[in-house]
């Protein structure tokens, strides 16, 4: 047990009653049509029900006994089309599912069925999980239909292997040995996908490399699309800005210049030639010394548009983002998405994104959402989540994502009124966009458990389950992953749920409490680097830890309210009446919009001085690391030993880097508060000057820390 399988392990059930239950019920296996995707259907079920009920389920041409399970489309199968599931099949689409206990010729059957093909293998998935949890077969009803068009992953992969914020090893894609040799990988990578929904991957980083246009890269590329093809993943790439210039010979990369809107017109066809279902480009520009459109003056739709042109004839779209640094420090970092894209809302063609981060700044532990949800009604918005966790402990630490998803996607815009939630802007409800899509920053990686750490397999599962349907709750998705992933024991599933329910709680307190952000070390941004800042670095002020805190003599924090940067201006106004007033802002973003002083007692610090709070906040996040391997140690026995051993190394590198980063910030924070540490709480293991003196070596890939306390 590795963690190789992921959530599709498909181990034997072991509560007696299920298996008897799921043996009656699942007698045979009933798949017409030939199509590469209804075979990727029937070798999963046949694999997953073998695995499951602990004998091979026998194929058959029709059903001819009770228990037959029946998958398919009306169009691949006789027997779907006689059914009469027409109403229920409209009603879930093109991608959707239905899941039935039925009768078919007077016998007891279940029914996959679906639309498309992709549809009926994400409905044999859905069965499957339906046995894996442990669920009843009886009267099984269900019907589901994405919420979201495009499902993304986007890998941050270089053409040398290299992954960037990648945690898990190297890229999954060898370009050196591609396209002639396979990978049984590249086939798993596209299944596990596949069981949870997620229909495109951008294979490359977004500070792009032309390269990957050539036709020794393209040829590649297209090799990988023919094995995601079967499983519904459809291949995306980053176009680089300037590859006219670096691939094409051109002087320039102008958008509005006729000659790089033909080279780019023509690098299109080519690629469709190759790869007819070709999704598109996702493209960083004129952000962190990416080439883009302003080099020539022009504007980002401008730039998007390009794009979208060219691809529109085949069906592909542009997805543009909206991490943008401007050449100039400005005021206020976080407003500068807003302020350079809301004013094109309008302008974009009509199959270009445009995609935003999650919230203003830079995936940090907890951000406010990002104003542009909400602020731009004619341009169909992307979310892009960051599921490699490079600000929430990379890959040793165990931090549940599926809660920041959640509390991201039901954050309330009220760009239209109450109940105009994120997760109804990005699906297109709110403003009614004819096109919808989802990122996620991959965490994928060729270590053997994919993704670093068990726990993080738990993020790509939850990003997929909520970009099928950014309403779910998190926790449900936990309990699905928990009992897929490890085990049914209803003690070991209870008290694990709980654990990772808190644990993205846990990383906000001992890293960044009560709306702090960005204090991390530099360039590689693991532990803590409060002191980083003033006219001593070389960075850019706007990268620093200190132009974001903001501590003083007098307090601590970043007034963004109108005596401040007022980027609070950038969200509705009855937020901006709630976060802007001290007595009414809630904790998770004080900071965030407010200089407090070091005494103030305000709701938000439950009437504690703010030292205090903040104190305390720190230490609750070391304390909540300690209950996790509490609850951790307890399971020892319900699991395997090896995933078992290996969550409990990780999680004791957690605690030890939680006390790192609260006696770091705590003695920095110190430094200018000037009060003590209650001696209720433990007190630091070492004075400020051992903190700032740890070093990591390496820039931007994970760093050992040796000396760490
Ligand atoms: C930052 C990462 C950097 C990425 C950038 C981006 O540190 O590596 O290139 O985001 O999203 O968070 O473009």
Wanted: charged letters at 20%; hydrophobic letters at 40%; proline letters at 6%.
């Amino acid at each position: 047990e590795d963690g190789y399988d992921l959530w599709l392990r498909y181990r034997p059930v072991t509560d007696a009653a299920r298996l008897a239950e799921y043996r009656a019920a699942v007698t045979q296996l009933v798949v017409d049509g030939d199509s590469p995707t209804l075979r990727a259907a029937r070798d999963e079920l046949r694999t997953g029900l073998r695995g499951l009920l602990g004998a091979d389920v026998p194929l058959s041409a029709s059903a001819t006994r009770d228990g037959a399970v029946i998958v398919g489309t009306p169009a691949s199968s006789r027997t779907i089309g006689a059914l009469g599931l027409g109403d229920a099949l409209r009603a879930v689409g093109r991608e959707g599912y239905v899941v039935r206990a039925t009768r078919v010729g007077g016998r007891r059957a279940i029914v996959v069925a679906a639309n498309s093909d992709v549809g009926a293998l994400y409905g044999a998935f859905r069965f499957l999980r339906q046995l894996q949890t442990y669920g009843t077969l009886a009267n099984l009803a269900v019907a589901s239909a994405p919420k979201i068009q495009l499902r993304l992953l986007n890998h941050w992969d270089n053409l040398n292997r290299s992954v960037e914020r990648g945690y898990a090893g190297h890229s999954l894609w060898a370009w050196d040995t591609l396209p002639d040799a396979s990978n049984p990988r590249y086939r798993d990578y596209a299944r596990a996908n596949a069981s949870i929904g997620i229909n495109g991957a951008v294979l490359t980083n977004v500070n792009a490399n032309a390269r990957i246009l050539t036709p020794e890269y393209l040829a590649k590329v297209a090799a990988l699309a023919n094995v995601f093809r079967p499983y519904g993943v459809r291949v995306y790439l980053t176009a680089r800005f300037s590859a006219p210039i670096e691939i094409g010979g051109l002087k320039t990369a102008d958008p509005l210049d006729p000659a790089v809107r033909a080279w780019w017109k023509a690098k299109i066809d080519s690629i469709y030639a190759l790869i007819p279902d070709f999704g598109g480009f996702t493209v960083k520009a004129n952000s962190e010394g990416q080439p883009g459109p302003q080099d020539y003056h022009r504007t980002h739709a401008d730039g998007a548009n390009m794009f979208a042109e060219a691809l529109a004839p085949h069906g592909g779209v542009v997805m543009w983002r909206a991490f943008v640094y401007s050449n100039e420090v400005p005021v206020d970092r976080v407003k500068q998405a807003y302020t350079e894209f809301k004013p094109l809302d309008g302008q974009f063609r009509d199959n270009a994104f445009v995609q935003v981060k999650n919230g203003p700044l830079d995936f940090q532990p907890r951000e406010p959402f990002s104003p542009l949800f909400g602020a731009m009604p004619k341009t169909p918005l992307m979310m892009e989540f960051q599921v490699t966790k490079e600000y929430l402990g990379q890959d040793t630490h165990l931090v549940y994502l599926g809660q920041e998803f959640e509390e991201v996607l039901r954050s309330d815009t009220w760009a239209k009124g109450k109940g105009s939630t994120v997760a109804k802007v990005i699906d297109g409800s709110l403003h009614g966009y004819a096109r919808t899509g989802i990122a996620g920053v991959s965490n994928i990686g060729d270590d053997r458990n994919w993704t670093g750490s068990q726990f993080n397999q738990a993020n790509w599962y939850a990003y997929g389950r909520l970009a099928w349907d950014p309403e779910m709750s998190a926790s449900d998705i936990a309990d699905d992953w928990l009992r897929m992933t490890f085990t049914n024991d209803p003690s070991f599933v209870r008290a694990v749920k709980a654990m990772m329910k808190t644990s993205r709680e846990a990383v906000v307190n001992y890293m960044t409490p009560l709306g702090l952000a960005h204090i991390m070390a530099t360039g590689h941004h693991y532990g803590p680097g409060p002191w980083v800042g003033g006219p001593n670095t070389r960075m850019r002020a706007d990268q620093t830890p200190t132009y974001f805190h903001r501590a003083d003599s007098l307090g601590l924090g970043f007034d963004r309210t109108a005596t401040g940067s007022n980027a609070l201006e950038q969200y509705a106004p009855p937020i901006r009446a709630r976060w802007g007033n001290q007595r009414t802002v809630p904790d998770s973003v004080l900071l965030w919009f407010h200089h407090v002083g070091w005494t103030e007692r305000l709701p938000a610090t439950h009437g504690r001085p703010l030292w205090d709070e903040l104190v305390a906040r720190y230490n609750a996040g070391v304390d909540s690391v300690r209950a996790m391997q509490r609850t951790w140690d307890a399971q020892r026995g319900k699991v395997d030993d090896e995933r078992f051993r290996d969550v409990q190394s990780f999680l004791a590198i957690q605690e030890k880097e939680a006390r790192w980063w609260r006696d770091a910030a705590l003695t920095y924070f110190q430094s200018f508060s000037h009060l003590p540490i209650p001696a209720r709480y433990e007190q630091p293991a070492h004075p400020l000057q051992y903190y700032l003196q740890v070093r990591c070596p390496a820039n931007r890939d994970k760093p050992r820390c040796d000396n760490v306390p």
